[in-house]
């Protein structure tokens, strides 16, 4: 049973951090062989890509958080992170961790960040 669990989520004021992480398990296969990605979906907006990171070390980012926002992975530990700098009130989301191996899909539930003051 794949499950992938975020944490890190909450309250921040405009212009600070957050450490978002999403720890992996039951995957049938190892864990760098998955693509790693994090959305978000502000209310009645639709869910988008944040940042991706590949299975050969590349990373891709929305627009709108290039610069601020830094995904990266510890394969040993079967872990994906988003570390996000700056933060903005249009960053307030539920934000979701993903993963992708041939084409298959799995989602964690989400965690909330809400940039506020």
């Known amino acids: 049973q794949v499950q992938l669990v975020e944490s890190g989520g909450g309250l921040v004021q405009p212009g600070g951090s957050l450490r978002l992480s999403c720890a992996a398990s039951?995957?049938?296969?190892?864990?760098?062989?998955?693509?790693m990605s994090w959305y978000r979906q502000a209310p009645g907006k639709e869910r988008e890509l944040v940042a991706h990171s590949t299975i050969f070390g590349g990373t891709n980012y929305a627009d709108s958080v290039k610069g601020r926002f830094t995904i990266s992975r510890d394969n040993a530990k079967n872990t994906v992170y988003l570390q996000m700098n700056s933060l903005k009130p249009d960053d307030t989301a539920v934000y979701y961790c993903?993963?992708?191996?041939?084409?298959?899909?799995?989602w964690g539930q989400g965690t909330q960040v809400t940039v506020s003051s």
């Open positions: 039951g995957f049938t296969f190892i864990f760098s062989s998955y693509a």
């Open positions: 993903n993963a992708v191996r041939s084409g298959v899909v799995n």
